[in-house]
């Protein structure tokens, strides 16, 4: 009995079931980029630079949160298949601009159709009150972690 209760206090807790639905969601846009000859990676690659194009390797990195290094490699890869071709800044030469290709069209609508389809199949069954509320609530929690994060680097340097 007192297992049980432990069990189902696991499965209700917040931050387990944020972590697992947000690996579940990976582990879907995973699958489907490998299906397509692609890592879901490069898919958020793609998907970054149709929002920002021109975007600097670096400053994809940090959006990434992976090394300048890894992104330089996936980049190199999305090269070679024709989707992305890399321009010299015009103020700085060691920075690359990416930019995408006429190619990379059918991927992009490739992947906003599958996010459309995911977004709709997880929400059946939510009234929009649920999902208003839903979406709410997790702005809620990003604001706070994001305003948490802000404060870190002055915490530590007042010696908290």
């Not at 990676?41 to 021109?54: C, E, H």
């Not at 890894?70 to 090269?79: A, F, H, N, S």
């Not at 702005?139 to 007042?158: D, F, M, Y």
């Amino acid at each position: 009995m007192k297992g049980e209760h432990k069990k189902r206090g696991f499965e209700r807790d917040l931050l387990i079931v944020l972590h697992d639905v947000a690996r579940l969601l990976r582990t879907r846009f995973d699958q489907r980029a490998r299906a397509r000859g692609m890592t879901r990676a490069q898919w958020v690659i793609l998907a970054r630079l149709s929002r920002q194009p021109g975007i600097s390797q670096n400053d994809l990195a940090g959006i990434c949160e992976v090394e300048p290094i890894t992104i330089g490699r996936l980049v190199d890869r999305l090269e070679n298949r024709g989707l992305v071709e890399r321009r010299a800044d015009p103020t700085d030469r060691r920075i690359n601009r990416l930019h995408l290709l006429p190619a990379a069209q059918p991927i992009l609508e490739e992947i906003s159709s599958y996010r459309d389809t995911l977004s709709e199949s997880i929400q059946e069954g939510l009234d929009e009150e649920a999902r208003g509320a839903l979406i709410d609530a997790l702005l809620h929690i990003k604001t706070k972690l994001t305003s948490e994060a802000s404060e870190l680097p002055r915490l530590k340097a007042a010696g908290e």
